[in-house]
């Protein structure tokens, strides 16, 4: 494939990245990350990512986490049960195209898969009245913490130390004393193996959203996507002979064979879920009144070198009609810090007239 060459490069991300600026501008305002004169220093999406690249480490040109990805094509199959929660036309009965990255957390694309023991899955939506839907889920229901400024500090918890080059234990167990919420993700970590594939592994949307129906009635939504395939437990960690590219490897052999697929499952909440915290699971038999929307079907891989997805970045508060955020003050943050590792990759993509991911 040509690769586009940098004079072409400078204008057309350009306007991407000042249109993804004035969105991370309007939200950073919302979230409070606007420092006004005199104040005290201030969390800002910028400081968020520099929080990232010193305890990820930094890769010119790639995402700031997840930087270790495939890119994805297929389309989602709406069987038309979406629209008695939401009005937004990806839920009407048809088919809406979608791009999508499989990756896993951290700073490094080099890492080995096996040290990874969470599985994510990005998707955008191209819906048939031109708006976009994107998302971004991970294979743990719940998130580590519950605001920005927690997020902060546990990244300033995870820097290396100088002399070892690993996080130091005693700051680890600081921070998870000051954060108790961080309890519930630990446990699941712990507890539920990481996946084999990335193909047979479920995926939470884990923040809550509000869906509007056609009435102009509100509920609040999570959202996951539950695979066709039966999940299976990696045993790669203990494999001398692996494979450090096995995750993409695999999903490329699995493809051969034809496509895989999942149903995307919407899961309103019941009286007294917590609609604004993250890190709070709702109560198993919300379960029980999950709606099948329709079945994600992915088709084929691409290298996130020059692949559909290389470009996109996946904005949680890019959302039609019919979806809306809730006051979860983790949406905003991330939006406003994917803006800003956006931008930097972006920018030394143009600077060293290469493409990469």
């Given at each position: 494939m040509s690769r586009p060459q940098p004079s072409w490069l400078v204008p057309r991300y350009a306007?991407?990245?000042?249109?993804?600026?004035?969105i991370a501008g309007a939200f950073a305002w919302t979230a409070d990350w606007i420092q006004w004169p005199g104040s005290e220093p201030a969390l800002t999406p910028a400081r968020?990512?520099?929080?990232?690249?010193?305890?990820?480490?930094r890769h010119a040109g790639f995402r700031r986490n997840h930087a270790k990805g495939v890119c994805v094509r297929g389309y989602f199959d709406s069987n038309g049960n979406g629209a008695a929660l939401s009005r937004a036309s990806v839920f009407?009965?048809?088919?809406?195209?979608?791009?999508?990255?499989l990756s896993a957390p951290g700073g490094n694309p080099a890492q080995d898969d096996a040290n990874t023991s969470v599985r994510s899955f990005a998707l955008l939506f191209s819906l048939r009245n031109g708006e976009q839907w994107r998302t971004a889920m991970n294979s743990v229901p719940v998130f580590q913490v519950a605001?920005?400024?927690a997020l902060y500090e546990q990244l300033v918890a995870l820097r290396p130390d100088a002399r070892t080059g690993q996080p130091d234990p005693a700051k680890l167990s600081a921070f998870f004393s000051q954060h108790p919420e961080t309890t519930a993700f630990r446990e699941w970590i712990d507890t539920h193996p990481p996946s084999s594939a990335f193909y047979n592994a479920s995926y939470f949307g884990i923040d809550a959203f509000r869906f509007v129906d056609a009435n102009g009635n509100t509920r609040f939504v999570?959202?996951?996507?539950?695979?066709?395939?039966?999940?299976?437990?990696?045993?790669?960690?203990?494999?001398?002979?692996?494979?450090?590219?096995?995750l993409a490897h695999d999903l490329d052999l699995r493809l051969q064979a034809g496509p895989v697929s999942w149903h995307l499952m919407l899961t309103p909440a019941g009286r007294g879920d917590?609609?604004?915290?993250?890190?709070?699971a709702w109560p198993p038999e919300r379960e029980l009144h999950r709606v099948d929307a329709g079945t994600i079907v992915i088709e084929r891989a691409e290298s996130q070198i020059d692949?559909?997805?290389?470009?996109?970045n996946f904005d949680p508060l890019i959302l039609p009609d019919g979806i809306a955020p809730s006051d979860d003050p983790l949406l905003a943050a991330r939006s406003a810090a994917y803006a800003v590792s956006f931008e930097r990759r972006t920018?030394?993509?143009?600077?060293?007239?290469?493409?990469?991911r």
């Open positions: 306007l991407i990245v000042i249109v993804i600026a004035a968020m990512i520099d929080a990232f690249e010193d305890s990820m480490g009407e009965r048809g088919r809406t195209p979608v791009i999508g990255r605001t920005p400024q999570r959202w996951s996507v539950v695979p066709d395939t039966p999940y299976a437990a990696s045993n790669e960690r203990t494999n001398p002979a692996r494979d450090p590219d096995f917590p609609v604004d915290d993250a890190t709070r692949g559909a997805c290389r470009d996109i920018r030394e993509e143009v600077g060293a007239g290469t493409r990469r």
